[in-house]
């Protein structure tokens, strides 16, 4: 028996179709098929709306063009530098060397060059994990804020206030260094609070780049920067990832903690793959019109960007159920012979075995009437005219993300640097470019000299054919070796074989290659003697003289530095400074700094600043006047900051400047008492007077009986 629950009779039909249910007329119920075919339905008519469709083909056009410059400019030279430094020839030499017969011998000059540069920077930029080439610097005026500037008018009014009361008459001038004397103590407080805040926020910020894989990046960049023309690192990107964390939960036993896997946002920084980035054709830095990145997504990564700001779902999804079964790949030239450069399988091609995406990340600019179509309101864009900076991916034919470029001053989150810049070039030179022409030069004088030492190894036959017995065939020279020959019919007494040596050209050819190997010293700035070689005659003989040459060689690799210290960490701290001080929710981190990128200049600095700290605590311990001036606390300061060099807990060594006033204060107060005792005639008062031990028993001064001191000091 079925009950009535109180409604009325429930009417249930099919007769939308397939796939839909109405209950009662009024309420309809959809498969999830026909949900997702609906959802599919819906974003192709959005991606067909005139303004997305203006959009996908302004993107299209920027890429064509970006693509078609680099291809017959940059490409071949990148396919070279890839080829050098894994010691493979280009295809066309490869094949006129297979086929003259000789030697494929190949001189790794170029991979040596470009290990021994990657060397030097790393030395230089990552010598310690926990050292880095950057660092903040306070204002050196500090910027007053409202309210300190109000205090400190209301602590002039009532110092003027006392001394009216008091009966004098302070003048202009009086008042005036009153007022000066105010604020410099003023000045003061805000440099300290302001050097704190900068100490702190110099901290986290370290933290951050090292969490997100600042270390990483900077190292596959370094390698990028010696064999590319140009290396290129991004960040910060701010991603979505997954973290363990302890999570406090609540139970029928109680309270407790549990490690549950939670979404966290993190700042992240990546190499950008040279290959992959495209810049405009007429661009000379990033920021020079369009920059265009193409990615190459697992279905995980794209299925990953559901949910997150800016992305838009419905497109994903469209992409995913279109694309994903077999993959999306606008293959390029570029592709296979960058598979066979690499010395990969170009089978793949035609298979795509890991069924990536190709997405195009687009940084350029559009107009503003565009982006009020989009659906932005006058407020964000004021002026329809205005070319205003976004950020578009592009799969295929549709557009997953669209964004106003976040950055105040349309900067995009890329940076580049190259070995060697060239003024007004987007590319420059690498290590790799610099010394191909002595590659190939070494490599033909190497397959020269290996061919004429196997010609010069032991004679050559000259033999007539015409007077060898019948079937006798000579191809083998052995000792021993006996001669059949038939006689001449002509009389005329030449010899039926004859012997003679090759010339052996190993000296000059070796010369050739001493010359054009040392002018790839010259031309990279990377000399021999920088990677562990044999020290250099004349000069180099002497302790001097080496120091002198090593000196002069470190004047190139300075050179690349300042381009990285200008061109990449500058603009990167600056980048991450800003959005700690945009986003971040810590009063205490915010403050008036710069940034300075310090690169070789600051770690030499750093050195001789360590030295010179080192000479002036050791005045500091060493003489009783300098110890009066700077007092225990100075002297506190200066062993903490010590500690610190040494990675050493400074807090468990050194107490704090608080816990070192208490104790001159307790040491003050007994000194005091132990005078007034002995002015009144009793006896001086102990310095353990009214402590005791642990079992309660007062502690005692007596001397032990040996009459020596009971402690050392």
Known sequence: MIEDDGYDEVNITSANGPGTTVIGGMVQVKSAKQLMEEE??????????????????????????????????????????????????????????????????????????????????????????????????????????PDIMQDLMSRAEQQVEQILSQGANPTQTDIKQMLLSLKDQAMRQLTQIADHTTDRMEKKMHAQMLDGGWARALTEFIDDLTTFPSAIIKGPVVRRKKEMKWVKIS????????????????????????????????ASNIDDGAFIERHQLHRSDLHAMIGVEGYSEPAIRAVLEEYGNGGLREWIYLDGARLAAEGKNTASMSTNPSDLIDALQYWGTVQGSMLLEWGLTEEEVPDPVAEYPIEAWLIGNWVIKAVVNPDPYGRKPYYKASWEEIPGVFWG????????????????????????????????????IDRLPEGENITQLMPWKIWQVTSDPMNGGQKPIDFFQPKSLSQELL??????????????????????????????????????????AGKNIKQVVANIDERVIDLAVNRLYYMNM????????????????????????????????????NIALNSPVAQQIVGPEGVAYLLREMAGTLDMNADDLVPTPEEIRIKMAQQQAMAAQQQQAAAQGGSPASPNQGQTLEDGSPVTNQMPSNGQAGGSM
Request: proline share 6%; charged share 25%.
């Open 251 to 282: 139970d029928q036993e109680g309270a407790g903690y549990d490690l549950k896997m939670e979404d966290t946002l993190q700042l992240e920084w990546d190499r950008v793959d040279p290959f992959m980035a495209y810049p405009a054709p007429d």
């Open 429 to 464: 030179n690498s290590v790799a470019d610099l010394c191909r022409d002595s590659q190939s030069v070494c490599n033909a004088a190497a397959r020269a000299l290996v061919n004429n030492m196997s010609l010069a190894s032991g004679p050559q036959v000259v033999y007539n």
């Open 582 to 617: 945009r986003y971040g929710d810590d009063p205490e981190l915010k403050g008036d700094v710069k940034v300075k990128a310090r690169g070789v200049s600051g770690l030499l600095a750093k050195e001789a600043a360590q030295q010179r700290r080192n000479e002036f605590l």
């Open 40 to 145: 599919q339905a819906q974003a192709e008519v959005d991606n067909n709306k005139p303004v997305v469709r203006n959009l996908v083909n302004h993107v299209k056009e920027a890429w064509m063009q970006s693509r078609m410059s680099k291809q017959t400019q940059v490409e071949p030279r990148m396919l070279q530098s890839v080829r050098s430094r894994r010691g493979e020839y280009d295809p066309d030499l490869y094949a006129q060397i297979t086929e003259q017969g000789g030697t494929q011998i190949y001189m790794m000059l170029t991979s040596n060059k470009c290990r021994a540069a990657s060397s030097w920077l790393r030395d230089v930029m990552l010598a310690n994990y926990d050292d880095k080439p950057w660092t903040l610097e306070t204002s050196p005026v500090p910027d007053m804020p």
């Open 511 to 552: 010369i050739i290659y001493e010359r054009f190997s040392d002018m790839a010293d010259e031309y990279t700035g990377i000399p021999r003697y920088m990677m562990g070689g044999s020290a250099p005659g004349g000069a180099g003989r002497t302790a001097s003289g080496m120091s002198m040459m090593m000196s002069n």
